[in-house]
Each structure stands twice: as C-alpha cells, then as structure tokens.
C-alpha cells in the first residue's frame, strides 16, 4: 500500500514512518525540513517538502488514491485546523487523523485540566477533528503520548467502548502508531473516532 504521511519528522510521524516502511508500505513522508525524517535504509520512503499553511505542497503530493495519516501536532492555534482543511481539499481517498482524547467527541472523559492546558489550542483541536470527520475520515484520540515500545496488549475502540479519560495514563507513540497503520489496512473506523489502547 502506497501511504503518506504529514508531520513525518515529529515523534509521532517518525512513529508512524518506521513503522509503515517495517510493515514494507511504500511511504511518501511530509515535513517541513524532509532532512529530519531519519528512517535510514528505507529505500520505499520518499521524502517530501510540505507544510500544512501552503496547501498548495500538500496537494502537490496527495492525490485521489492517496491514503494520509496524520500526526500533526502544534503549540499554536490554527494550525490544526488549517491542515484539516488543506489535507481533506486535496481529496485523498482516505484521511486517518490523530486527534486527542478528552477533546471534542470524548470531551465528556475529559477534565478541566486538560482544556485549560490545551488553552486556546482547544477549539482547534475539535474543528480540525470536525473538518476530519465530516469528510469521512477516522480520528484517533489518544492519550497523553510517550515515548517507548508498542504495547503488546494494544487494541482499538470505538469511542461508546473507551475508558474514562485518565489524565494519569500514556500510550506510547509505537502503540499509537501501529493503531493508525492497523486502521489502514483493514477499516473499522471510517468516519468515526477510534481510541487506541495499550491494553
């Protein structure tokens, strides 16, 4: 399977790039500085210049058959939103989004802690889940992030089946990563949020 995938040279997005290159996926992988996507002997992996605020970069690499995940993530409001919008006007055949747990469709799990850490990145965060979802896409929400192995026990839900928000918990980025992937290849969750699980 040809995937691409915007933010590749985040934590996440270097998540998700090895993985799907281990997986044998062909990857384009996106990012601002392509120079950082540090996936060595990945001869499937083409790296790509791009960036959310220029569209016009996206579309450039999305195309019709194109299946994006996304592991964008910013400190400053509006970015969110403006890849939503840039991802989903390039019209790929499907959109895997991660999103965040305790926000929009799982805000009722969530406490007052968490939106008032996320401050104004809030509204963002629940209107490019939104854009995602209307277009048909799957959002992920997942936990606080972390760093360290895929979950042996991992599994993924549909938000009527996930547990209360934990602000305590954390699910390693490996874990996560492998959820979108597994999302990927075989559908369960179009058009509808998914919450990955380390157990």
Known sequence: MHLTILAAAGR???????KAVQRGHTVT????DPGRIDVPDAPLLHRVAGDVEDPASLAAVIGPDSVVLSALGTDRAGVLLAGAEAVVAAGPRRILWLGAYGTGPS????????AKALGDRLGDKVDADGTILAAGGTVFHAGMLADGPESPHRRTVG???APPFDLSASISRD???AAMLDEAESPRFTGAVAVPLAG
């Open 12 to 18: 996440t997005g270097l998540a998700l790039t090895r």
């Open 29 to 32: 992988a996106i990012a601002r």
């Open 107 to 114: 805000a009722s799990s969530a406490s007052e802690v968490l």
């Open 159 to 161: 938000l009527d089946a």
């Open 175 to 177: 874990t996560v990563a």
